[in-house]
């Protein structure tokens, strides 16, 4: 059964910071691993989609990575700003069947304090 | 002009009576989702369907029956709700089963009294 955890739960950095988010998972079959983010009432928006053969990918001031051989993801985020302030969910694929299902980490709470 | 819409955003009820949550999605998608998060944030999926069929059915009690009258719907029936069921529901979709990426919709927070 596939487990996933962040590290750290919260954090909180101050403004400018550049700060690393990070996700393991279990079971190395992974598919791809996407990351969302979530403000407080609302719903997820997706960040980065990773897929299992690729190292890294990278949005803006965002920047994942994954090594699957060691069931690990980090989000890298670069001169982080108060809007950045959100929930950060991983969540993984697995590669075979499984009809697309995501599961999630427990997830980590941001703050960027100005 | 919002992808996956979901209605109600809030709703409260008492325990015993049913309630139904809908998702709507404008993305042309073929898969939709529901999850539930629950009070402590954890994320886990219900159900799946792609193109109208049940594909994903994750040990939810039977008091759940999901409908999706067509690609673009999918709705959430709840019967005879209890405490427990008090959580945040998502309603997803994507493009296909094939890996593709997720697309959330609100949430609707539902608090059972």
């Known amino acids: 059964k596939q487990e996933v955890t962040q590290i750290p739960a919260a954090l909180s950095v101050p403004e400018g910071e550049n700060l690393v988010l990070n996700c393991s998972f279990t079971d190395s079959a992974i598919y791809n691993l996407q990351w969302f983010r979530q403000d407080p009432g609302k719903g997820l928006t997706s960040l980065l989609l990773i897929q299992s053969s690729q190292r890294e990918q990278t949005s803006g001031r965002l920047n994942a990575s994954l090594d699957k051989s060691s069931g690990r993801s980090t989000l890298y985020i670069a001169a982080s700003q108060p809007g950045d302030s959100a929930t950060y969910l991983c969540?993984?694929?697995?590669?075979?069947?499984?009809?697309?299902?995501?599961?999630f980490g427990t997830g980590t709470q941001l703050k960027v304090e100005l | 002009d919002t992808a996956v819409s979901q209605t109600p955003k809030y709703l409260v009820t008492q325990m015993g009576n049913d309630k139904s949550i809908k998702c709507e999605q404008n993305?042309?998608?073929?898969?939709m989702y529901w999850y539930k998060q629950d009070s402590k944030k954890f994320l886990k999926i219900m159900f799946s369907y792609n193109n109208k069929e049940l594909i994903i059915n994750e040990t939810v009690p039977n008091r759940f029956s999901p409908k999706s009258p067509d690609k673009a719907h999918l709705n959430l029936h709840i019967n005879s709700l209890e405490l427990g069921d008090s959580a945040v529901y998502f309603c997803?979709?994507?493009?296909?089963?094939?890996?593709?990426?997720?697309?959330f919709g609100p949430g609707t927070r539902l608090t059972v009294t």
């Open positions: 997803a979709s994507s493009r296909g089963t094939g890996g593709y990426e997720q697309y």
């Open positions: 969540a993984v694929r697995r590669s075979t069947g499984g009809g697309n299902k995501l599961t």
């Open positions: 993305l042309g998608h073929d898969t």
